[in-house]
Structure formats: structure tokens, C-alpha cells
């Protein structure tokens, strides 16, 4: 990724959800690309690098994305990326979800995606070039009845229908959009004593690392060519077992 680092100094990349695991990671190595980043989450510890401006708030609020687009606007003059990073996972029997659980699962899974896009989208169009990634589940297309999760499915994979969507849109204009579909990654919302058992919901045996979805991240933002590409960082889990 050396050639990358070299030619993306000075660019700019929003990305939520980064207090911890994959946000955290992804942060780290977009500043390691010599990209300035404005790292969001509802909660989220000020950095010492001044190349990364923390902001808290929830992005369900359409008031706060603003804030976080016009911050990034104002301190660095543009915005090259967006990872939609933040969401949230209840998994449970369709029949026991609640009004709440649907609510909130639409605040952040959707409403969070559409607030923070199409306020970054409108800065990237003028720039004539953008990137968005945009963070799914393997489970939209690999449905597992060990482990139900309708309406998590229902939000992430509204995330993989729009990618497609506003790849095609404005591919014309400079934007790129991809996603990634993750299997289960070990963040610190997971019980390290789980990753025996879940490991073998993959065929390659084991849950995947942080440096995995970073890596398939970097990926596609170093290819230019590549735009409505839905990336399995998922251990084989949606090719079948």
C-alpha cells in the first residue's frame, strides 16, 4: 500500500462508529495513508494526532451529521471518503422484536446512512470525486436459522441494495460506491469466550480480525475501477458450507 500512502496525502475521509474495533481501526490506517480524518461516534475520546477530529453525537440526528459535514468542510476544504461505519446488530426471532428494537435499528442502520450521505455526496459532487463504503452483514444473503436477525438484515441490507444504486447514479460524476459484508469480527461487542463456537459458522473455521476488514476496505479505496462491488470479508460464509 506504499504507492497508495504516496499519492493520497491530504485527502479527507469521514468514518462512524470509530471509538472502537473496526471504526477505530479503520481510522488508524486512513491517517496512515496520510488521510485527515473526522472520526465520529456517539461517544468518542479526543485525539492527540491533530490530523484526526473527534466528534460525538448520534448520527440519527440530521443536526449532527451537518455539524460533522461542515466540520470536516471547515477544517480541511473537502471530503475524498465516507465509511458508514456506525450500526448496530439485535439479533432475536422475528416475532420478539419490538417497536423499539425496529426503531432504533432504522435510526442507525438507515436514517444515520441517509443523513451523513447525502450531506457528504453533495460536497463530493462539486469535487467531482468521492469514494462512500458502506458496512453490511454476510447474513443479507446467508440467512442462518442458528441465529435470526430479520430486521438487522432488513436495515443492512437496504446498505447493499443503495450502494449498487448510488454506484450506478453518479458513476458518471466521480463517485464510487462499494460496501462490505462482514461475518463475525472480533470487536469488543463480542464475548471473547464466543469465537470458538462462532468461528465455525465460517468455512475457513475461525471469526475474522479487525486487519481483515481494514484490509478489504483499503482495497477498494486503491481501486478506482471497482464501484457497486459488494466485498465478502466473511471467511467463505456466504459462498455456502
Known amino acids: 500500500m506504499s504507492s497508495l500512502s504516496e499519492h493520497n496525502n491530504g485527502k479527507v475521509a469521514i468514518i462512524t462508529g470509530a471509538s472502537q474495533g473496526i471504526g477505530a481501526g479503520l481510522t488508524k490506517a486512513y491517517r496512515k495513508l496520510g488521510y485527515a480524518v473526522i472520526a465520529t461516534a456517539r461517544s468518542i475520546e479526543r485525539s492527540e494526532d491533530e490530523g484526526i477530529v473527534t466528534f460525538e453525537g448520534d448520527i440519527a440526528d440530521p443536526d449532527t451529521a451537518q455539524r460533522i459535514v461542515d466540520a470536516a468542510v471547515e477544517r480541511f476544504g473537502r471530503i475524498d471518503t465516507l465509511i458508514n461505519n456506525a450500526g448496530i446488530y439485535i439479533g432475536k426471532p422475528f416475532m420478539d422484536y419490538t417497536l423499539q428494537d425496529f426503531n432504533a435499528l432504522v435510526a442507525v442502520n438507515l436514517a444515520g446512512f441517509f443523513h451523513m450521505t447525502t450531506r457528504t455526496i453533495k460536497h463530493m459532487l462539486e469535487q467531482g470525486h468521492g469514494h462512500v463504503v458502506n458496512v453490511s452483514t454476510a447474513l443479507v444473503e446467508h440467512a442462518d436459522s442458528g441465529r435470526p436477525a430479520a430486521l438487522s438484515v432488513l ?20 463517485l464510487r460506491a462499494n460496501a462490505v459484508s462482514l461475518g463475525v469480527i472480533k470487536t469488543p461487542t463480542h464475548d471473547e469466550s464466543s469465537y470458538a463456537g462462532m468461528g465455525a459458522l465460517h468455512p475457513v473455521g475461525r471469526v475474522g480480525e479487525i486487519e481483515d476488514v481494514v484490509g478489504g476496505v483499503l482495497y477498494l479505496e486503491s481501486a478506482p475501477f471497482v464501484t457497486g462491488e459488494i466485498l465478502h470479508i466473511d471467511g467463505g460464509q456466504s459462498a455456502g458450507n
Open 155 to 174: 436495515t443492512k441490507g437496504g446498505l447493499v441494495a443503495v450502494t449498487k444504486s448510488l454506484a450506478i447514479e453518479y458513476a458518471s460524476r466521480g
